[in-house]
């Protein structure tokens, strides 16, 4: 495409916008996420001198064209939705405006870093809801889909609410909490489970998590309780117990007995194990005494839905209103902006979607001003920040769409300017 567009020197203003065209049967709302790595890569997107010659090489292109690509940089606008933000169908998250080129080659990669942090944060703060307070930890990076996407997952579920990640390097990157525990191997390389034991708890000695489940889980755990009182008296602490396999219910409430029977009722229990919004739910609902919860693989990839509906699409070229009519993938024209308006107990009440000329609507304007020739306004909040801002918005969803269940359709209503719009687009030229 940026060939035939060089070719026919084709490089006007264009307007694109990210959105998702439908929610997932399995979705109330959905969470704006990955916008930080989306602008770190339309500032440091650049042609290497290495990629320059392979495309001049590789037969495909001019070598004027290539030639072209040489001093590429973006150096357009961005409005967005602040991460962490709910929304919904057809409401776009992200705008793009610039020249023609710089805005159709960022395409894929917009999508790819917008979907999927979207994508696991969505999934994750359902945990957080059926969680009620309990501790959730990030355990997902053995069967993510690659490094990125681990790396990534830990850092969503952060942005949704998770309290941290066993992930080290995110806690480099983004100062996640982290959170450790042992995996089976360390027990079995051991003679004896209660020397395992001691020897993690030795080397961890301002908090341990010991893993219970490696042969007999009760068993295991009658036989910690002489221990966390003899290494206790050094000042050798053992905080928690993790379960990883079973019957967590029923496990859990036995181990809590033996534990408190043996005077360690401090002591925490943590689960994990194939655990996501379903499983929390019913463990929480059958008050099984379980403190926290490790969550991997099925938030990881979203398994229930594992992918959205999403599109960038052109919405306006040179000035002139766009509109993609295809059947079933209609797209609303121009450039939109989304107004959410609140109850007087400040929870969500309706959006409308309308052009961004509109001055007749109330409530507060979503997609906010991000990027100016091709650099960022101001400072980009913090993981931290952000994260404070999402368990707010989260605050202010209305009740029933904060159940695992469907809900009734929130509000969102397309404003007359804008259906006129759409009604006035036809197809270009």
Not at 99 to 115: G, M, T, Y
Not at 119 to 148: I, M, N, P, Q, T
Not at 397 to 421: C, I, M
């Amino acid at each position: 495409m940026l060939q035939a567009y060089f070719d026919r020197g084709m490089n006007g203003t264009a307007v694109f916008e990210f959105f998702v065209r439908k929610l997932p049967e399995e979705r109330n709302f959905l969470v704006a996420a990955g916008l930080e790595q989306a602008l770190d890569y339309l500032e440091e997107a650049r042609f290497s001198d290495e990629e320059l010659e392979w495309l001049r090489n590789c037969g495909r292109f001019h070598p004027a064209f290539v030639d072209s690509l040489a001093d590429w940089r973006f150096s357009g606008a961005v409005d967005a939705m602040p991460e962490g933000t709910p929304f919904f169908a057809n409401e776009p998250i992200l705008r793009v405006v610039a020249p023609l080129r710089e805005a159709q080659l960022v395409e894929s990669r917009l999508i790819n870093l917008l979907h999927f942090q979207t994508l696991v944060a969505s999934k994750a703060v359902r945990c957080v809801f059926a969680a009620r307070g309990r501790r959730l930890v990030d355990f997902g990076l053995r069967r993510s889909h690659g490094a990125e996407a681990a790396l990534l997952s830990a850092r969503a579920s952060y942005l949704a609410g998770f309290d941290g990640t066993s992930t080290v390097l995110a806690g480099l990157r983004w100062g996640i909490p982290l959170y450790g525990t042992m995996a089976h191997s360390f027990i079995q390389a051991h003679d004896t489970e209660l020397q395992a034991f001691e020897h993690f708890a030795r080397s961890h000695p301002a908090g341990a998590t010991l893993l219970l489940d490696t042969y007999d889980t009760e068993a295991a755990a009658s036989k910690l309780v002489g221990l966390a009182h003899r290494l206790a008296g050094e000042g050798v602490i053992i905080r928690a117990v993790r379960l990883d396999s079973g019957d967590l219910a029923a496990h859990a409430r036995r181990v809590r007995l033996i534990f408190d029977e043996g005077d360690l009722a401090n002591l925490a229990i943590f689960a994990s194990g194939n655990l996501d919004e379903f499983a929390i739910h019913d463990l929480v609902s059958a008050a099984a005494p379980i403190d926290g919860f490790g969550v991997g693989t099925r938030m990881n990839v979203a398994a229930d839905a594992p992918y959205l509906d999403c599109a960038y699409k052109l919405q306006e070229y040179d000035g002139q209103p766009r509109r993609k009519r295809s059947e079933g993938k209609a797209t609303w024209p121009g450039r939109k902006q989304v107004w959410r308006r609140y109850d007087d107990e400040g929870r969500m009440a309706g959006d409308t979607l309308t052009v961004v000329e509109d001055g007749t609507q109330a409530g507060e304007p979503l997609l906010l001003p991000i990027m100016a020739d091709g650099k960022r306004v101001g400072a980009i909040p913090t993981l931290d920040a952000a994260r404070d801002y999402a368990i707010r918005q989260f605050e202010a969803l209305p009740a029933a769409l904060r159940h695992l269940v469907p809900a009734p359709p929130y509000p969102v209503t397309v404003a007359p300017a804008l259906q006129a719009l759409a009604r006035a687009t036809g197809e270009a030229g």
